[in-house]
């Protein structure tokens, strides 16, 4: 008979590798065909709410890691809460209108001005729903459980319709205007671009300083002075109505040469060295507030330039009067209304400057700024021409430079509901908590809402016009609208006429032959988006205001900014409880991912080499709250941590695999010390992860069950487990008592990594003798509180300490090659009072703990030993054979004739469990 038929060696059918990359894939299939996500909403469809609302991510081109980690996220959040006794659905949903699907079609060779408005809508739906369909799949492979069939959709008729009627209750506060104002505009693009649309790129801009003549000076400027300006956008001259200052600064009128100038007193310093004047003299200096009502001539037109006042003019740069042009830059716009100054805009949809621009009509405005610098020259109004490089708005789509523009709009009103969406953000609670001071400030200062876009894709804007221009809007006429495209889709309102689309029998007396048209802008992508939250009132499964939203830091000026909008506009509450704001996915060296340098990971990529289970394992073990460097070196990492958590899982399985809880299982109280501070270990850990699912602190969760699984598992209790579950007999009660220990902390481990790691949590589950056939059909395991544990784990704190003194007395033992492992030593100690009684209050076998072969206490002093606060400790090799079955050195080994391999342990349950070895012999 061989020796290891006399052993428990653990067996399982759990393989030691994963196979992840082939196997994920069948087993969400399997998910799939089980419809788990629809049982576990069946399980919890009577229990407390936790509704966590998807921010639609934009349908174009497959996800990216962005994507990703925001994905898990959400799976670990509605996973973690569907298993902690909520009813949590997930709902996913996708952003489908605007200029990138414009974009693609374009790319594709398809004209949009070239075909019917119905036929080219038709093909960006169909793009649209396509890139749909290949991102749920690309989300479906990370594991994520969500109700797939039934997501929102913002080219969905209902969305529309919800879309609308949101607009129509903010029509009814007044809420909604048509106004001419400077927005961001994108030539690329040919739209108008919301705040959220607008990124910023370092460009290299012409820095000019100009001359405008004095026309009217009054008693405090000479007729042959000259107001000295400064501006970066030479191209906007021609559209200046007036010069601004500061009332409260103090401008000094200089003489340099045959010159006289007005300046900025603080800046004259920089000027004379820029400008390269010398010999200045100050004539007289006086306040700003005095320039007001002066009046300069416009460099190269017939046009006067009045001097005006405004806060915002700084010291920064340039010479303390601003170029103003207010139908080209909000704050011209607004110091401009004060004023009654015109507004003029002479540039076009694709950037060109218009016929309000005489000489430059027709040029783009970029190459209209060497045209301006040679004009002034020309007229000797040039002071200097220089460049730099600063910082500029751009589209975040084209990454093209955008400029700002008064084209006629229509505008969502901020100033009326301002203090409402304020107190509603006091309200929110916000992770990480600076979120809210950010959204806070936003709101604070975030001027009108431009939420009309001149493009075809989109949610039109339901505004009729009456045969005089007047704009019709009521919230009973958006009505009536929002159900025909509830019915029949947002197209409807190009199909058909106004007239078809008004009530019938609408009568206008603006409209005497009874004749209506309709706007042709569509509605700002995020104000679709922000509407989204109407979907949580009219799905039954859902509730308002949601939970959660979760998105990038990003969306404090996109999603969240708008969603809160709309949602006090229409609801008068915010449509969230809290907010979760993540960082950015960055490479390895924390750059920006970008195609261009070469630098972006693809998720299917690491898929393919690693499983999403390693994905969804790096998402827990990163600080999502900062940006988050990926590589796939970190990757490899990440994969090293999930092999530990795999293999220990797989000890535990395959020593556990002839346990039979129900009867086996040995009660709290009758297990041993050591087990009982496993246990009381193991609540621990329970207690702090599920409080950590809670505050979504995911890291906090990879951490806690890491090092339990290291530290108080494999480097310590399944390190001399192995001396009771292998040698003893199967049945004896020390044996069954870990086993106990084991089974309990795979149950509780399995369940409680299952958010995370639900493929591989699956697969251990299957090995378990649990009711529920599939483990996320289960509960989070709860908190036990056992009974004295904290005396418990004071006293084994206490003893780990000791250990650790006793490790270290081996480990230098084995340094002098006194002994080889720890198994062939002999270690004696003289304890202190206090841990003599310690050891002695456990009850427990201290040598087995030790994984020793002989451990001794010593009533005196020991000679040579090592010197510890509490302890003296002496190591010496253990004297006698190594026994071939428990691989101790013992000195009875051979004391039985019949079994002269073993030592007296191990004889005595060979002798009563395997009976034929003395028969048939016993074999190493």
């Not at 576990?40 to 609302?53: E, G, S, V, W, Y």
């Not at 084209?398 to 006629?408: A, E, G, N, Q």
């Not at 809210?436 to 339901?462: C, F, T």
């Not at 915010?574 to 070469?598: C, E, H, N, V, W």
Request: contains cysteine; proline residues 5%.
């Amino acid at each position: 008979m061989r020796m290891k038929q006399t052993l428990n060696l653990g067996k399982t059918d759990f393989p030691m590798r994963g196979n992840l990359p082939n196997k994920e894939a069948e087993w969400q299939q399997e998910w799939e065909e089980q419809q788990l996500y629809q049982r576990r909403q069946a399980l919890n469809k009577d229990k407390p709410t936790f509704i966590l609302h998807d921010g639609p991510p934009y349908a174009n081109g497959n996800i990216h890691m962005g994507h990703t980690m925001n994905k898990v996220s959400k799976d670990i959040i509605v996973r973690s809460r569907s298993m902690m006794g909520y009813r949590s659905p997930y709902v996913p949903g996708w952003d489908t209108h605007g200029l990138p699907i414009e974009q693609q079609l374009a790319k594709k060779g398809i004209k949009r001005k070239e075909m019917s408005p119905v036929e080219y809508r038709k093909l960006c739906y169909d793009f649209a729903m396509n890139e749909v369909d290949k991102q749920r799949q690309d989300f479906k492979r990370l594991g994520v459980s969500a109700d797939w069939d039934h997501p929102y959709i913002t080219l969905q008729p209902e969305f529309e319709a919800n879309e609308l009627r949101v607009f129509a209750r903010m029509v009814e506060k007044g809420l909604i205007y048509r106004g001419k104002k400077p927005v961001y505009w994108s030539p690329s693009s040919e739209s108008t671009l919301a705040e959220a649309e607008v990124e910023y790129h370092d460009i290299k801009s012409p820095s000019l300083y100009v001359a405008f003549p004095v026309k009217d000076g009054g008693d405090l400027i000479p007729q042959d002075a000259y107001f000295a300006i400064w501006t970066t956008t030479p191209w906007t001259l021609p559209a200046n109505g007036a010069i601004c200052v500061n009332p409260k600064f103090d401008y000094s009128l200089i003489a340099v040469a045959d010159k006289k100038y007005v300046v900025a007193t603080e800046l004259l310093d920089h000027l004379a060295e820029v400008l390269g004047w010398q010999d200045v003299t100050t004539l007289k200096t006086f306040k700003g507030r005095e320039l007001e009502n002066l009046v300069a001539k416009h460099p190269f037109y017939d046009r006067d330039s009045p001097l005006i006042l405004g806060n915002h003019v700084t010291l920064d740069d340039g010479t303390g009067l601003v170029h103003t042009a207010p139908g080209l830059g909000n704050d011209d716009f607004n110091v401009g209304m004060k004023y009654h100054i015109p507004v003029l805009s002479p540039v076009d949809d694709q950037g060109c400057l218009t016929a309000e621009a005489p000489g430059f009509e027709g040029v783009f405005y970029d190459d209209a700024n060497k045209m301006v610098t040679k004009k002034l020259e020309e007229k000797g109004f040039l002071l200097k021409l220089d460049f730099f490089v600063h910082s500029y708005p751009h589209d975040w789509r084209t990454k093209k430079p955008v400029i700002f523009r008064s084209t006629p709009q229509w505008f969502a009103s901020i100033d009326p509901i301002r203090s409402e969406i304020l107190t509603q953000i006091k309200e929110v609670k916000f992770k990480p908590d600076w979120g809210q001071v950010r959204l806070y400030n936003m709101i604070r200062d975030r001027g009108d809402w431009v939420i009309s876009r001149q493009r075809a894709w989109g949610v039109p804007l339901p505004i009729f016009y009456a045969e005089n221009g007047d704009p019709i809007m009521s919230k009973e006429i958006i009505d009536h609208v929002a159900d025909l495209v509830e019915k029949e889709g947002s197209s409807v309102w190009i199909e058909k006429s106004a007239e078809e689309l008004l009530p019938a029998g609408f009568k206008y007396e603006g409209s005497p032959h009874g004749k209506f048209t309709k706007e042709t802008d569509i509605m700002d992508v995020w104000f679709d988006s922000g509407s989204s939250h109407e979907n949580l009132k009219t799905r039954s499964s859902l509730s308002f205001p949601a939970d959660l939203y979760l998105e990038g830091s990003d969306q404090y000026r996109g999603w969240f900014n708008s969603s809160l909008i709309t949602s006090v506009a229409a609801n008068g509450v915010a449509p969230y409880k809290q907010i979760l704001s993540q960082g950015f996915t960055l490479d390895g060296q924390g750059r920006k991912m970008s195609k261009s340098l070469g630098n972006v990971i693809v998720p299917s990529d690491v898929e393919k080499q690693f499983g999403a289970e390693i994905i969804r394992l790096w998402v827990a073990s990163v600080d999502t709250s900062s940006d988050v460097p990926v590589s796939m070196d970190a990757f490899k990492q990440v994969s090293e941590t999930y092999r530990k958590i795999r293999n220990t899982m797989r000890f535990m399985l395959a020593n556990t695999s002839d346990f039979v809880p129900k009867e086996n299982q040995v009660a709290y109280e009758k297990l041993e010390s050591v087990d009982q501070y496993l246990l009381v270990c193991l609540d621990q850990v329970v207690s702090e992860v599920r409080q950590a699912y809670l505050d979504f602190d995911f890291a906090v969760i990879e951490k806690t069950i890491v090092s339990f699984l290291t530290n108080e598992l494999s480097a310590f209790y399944l390190d001399f487990a192995k001396d009771v579950l292998y040698i003893e007999p199967t049945d004896s009660l020390r044996r069954r008592q870990m086993q106990t220990v084991l089974y309990q902390v795979l149950v509780a481990l399995t369940k409680l990594l299952t958010p995370i790691l639900p493929h591989t949590m699956e697969q251990i589950w299957q090995q378990l003798k649990e009711p529920e056939d599939y483990v996320q059909l289960a509960e989070l395991p709860e908190v036990q509180a056992y009974p004295q544990a904290n005396h418990i784990k004071q006293q084994w704190q206490q003893f780990m300490s000791f250990r650790t003194n006793v490790l270290k007395s081996l480990e230098e033992a084995r340094d002098g090659k006194l002994i080889g492992k720890s198994m062939t030593a002999a270690v004696t100690i003289h304890p202190s009072a206090s841990l003599e009684q310690l050891l002695s209050d456990l009850q427990t076998n201290i040598g087995q703990l030790l994984i020793v072969s002989d451990f001794q206490i010593s009533a005196s002093e020991l000679t040579n030993a090592d010197q510890y606060d509490q302890v003296q400790v002496l190591v010496k090799p253990a004297a006698g054979q190594v026994c071939q079955r428990c691989r101790m050195t013992k000195e009875d080994v051979g004391s039985d004739k019949e079994l002269p391999l073993l030592c007296e342990r191990c004889s005595e349950i060979v002798r009563q469990y395997y009976p034929e070895a003395l028969t048939e012999g016993l074999e190493k």
